[in-house]
């Protein structure tokens, strides 16, 4: 899998670029719109036109650092709030969501 996340990510980021609605550490804050990223453009593409399995693995590699870079921050998301933010897509319930928190700390 380390293989895959350079061109995963180098992936996302191009689609995203495209649409101009990425987010950076260590804010994660949508450099257009200046939305917590994944900001609401992006979780508005349809499911269907939406790579899942790719877009696990991206945002798998993605949330760990987003973990880091806001727990613990005045009036900042929770990991499991982080969690779910990051796979918008998935219906995770909150003790899943707080389970994928717990590994990714």
């Known amino acids: 899998m380390a293989g895959e996340r350079g061109p995963l990510v180098t992936a996302l980021v191009g689609v995203?670029?495209?649409?101009g609605h990425v987010g950076?550490?260590?804010?994660?804050?949508?450099?257009?719109?200046?939305?917590?990223?994944?900001c609401p453009t992006l979780r508005r593409i349809p499911?269907?036109?939406?790579?899942?399995?790719?877009?696990?693995?991206?945002?798998?590699f993605l949330v760990r650092g987003a973990i880091r870079d806001l727990r613990g921050r005045v009036e900042g998301p929770e990991p499991p709030e982080i969690v779910r933010r990051f796979f918008w897509f998935l219906?995770?319930?909150?003790?899943?969501a707080r389970a994928i928190a717990r590994r990714l700390r």
Do not use: V
């Open 24 to 38: 950076y550490q260590p804010d994660w804050t949508c450099e257009r719109c200046r939305e917590p990223w994944p």
């Open 16 to 19: 995203l670029s495209a649409i």
């Open 47 to 60: 499911r269907d036109q939406l790579d899942t399995a790719a877009l696990i693995r991206m945002m798998a």
């Open 91 to 96: 219906p995770l319930s909150d003790d899943e």
